[in-house]
Nanobody, 128 residues
Framework: EVQLQASGGGLVQAGGSLRLSCAASGFSFDDYGVGWFRQAPGKEREGVSC????????YYADSVKGRFTISSDNAKNTVYLQMNSLKPEDTAVYYC?????????????????????WGKGTQVTVSS
C-alpha cells in the first residue's frame, strides 16, 4: 500500500523539542518534494518546512527559521522535522505531504489537491 506515515507529535513545554518523522511506504523518496504543513484550530493550513530529497534543498517559513530543521534519509524513505525552542503558537496538527520532482519552495506553495500523498496528522501541543 502506498502511504505516508507521520509520527512524533506530543505534548511539550515551551522551549522544548520534538522530532517528527514522515515515512513513505510503497514508493521511494528518491526525487520528491516532501513538506510539513500545520493547521491550528480556526487557522488556515501553513507550509512549515519542505525539502527536495534529491538535492537536500530546503524551505522554511519565517515563523520557524532558526528553530526547525528538516532532513531526509532516503535509504529509510523518511523525512524528519526537528523542532527546537518550541512556542505555544507552534501548537497544531502537523501533516506531511509529497509530490514528485518538486522543489522545496514550490512544495510550500502547492495546494492540497496538488500533492501526491498526504499522511495523517500528528498533534503537537506546546504548553506555556
Amino acid at each position: 500500500e502506498v502511504q505516508l506515515q507521520a509520527s512524533g507529535g506530543g505534548l511539550v513545554q515551551a522551549g522544548g523539542s520534538l522530532r517528527l518523522s514522515c515515512a513513505a511506504s510503497g514508493f521511494s523518496f528518491d526525487d520528491y518534494g516532501v513538506g510539513w504543513f500545520r493547521q491550528a484550530p480556526g487557522k488556515e493550513r501553513e507550509g512549515v518546512s519542505c525539502i527536495r530529497t534529491s538535492d537536500g534543498s530546503t524551505y522554511y517559513a519565517d515563523s520557524v527559521k532558526g528553530r526547525f530543521t528538516i532532513s531526509s534519509d532516503n535509504a529509510k524513505n523518511t523525512v524528519y522535522l526537528q523542532m527546537n525552542s518550541l512556542k505555544p503558537e507552534d501548537t497544531a496538527v502537523y501533516y506531511c505531504a509529497s509530490r514528485p520532482g518538486t522543489t522545496a519552495r514550490a512544495m510550500a506553495q502547492t495546494d492540497y489537491d496538488g500533492m501526491d500523498y498526504w499522511g495523517k496528522g500528528t498533534q503537537v501541543t506546546v504548553s506555556s
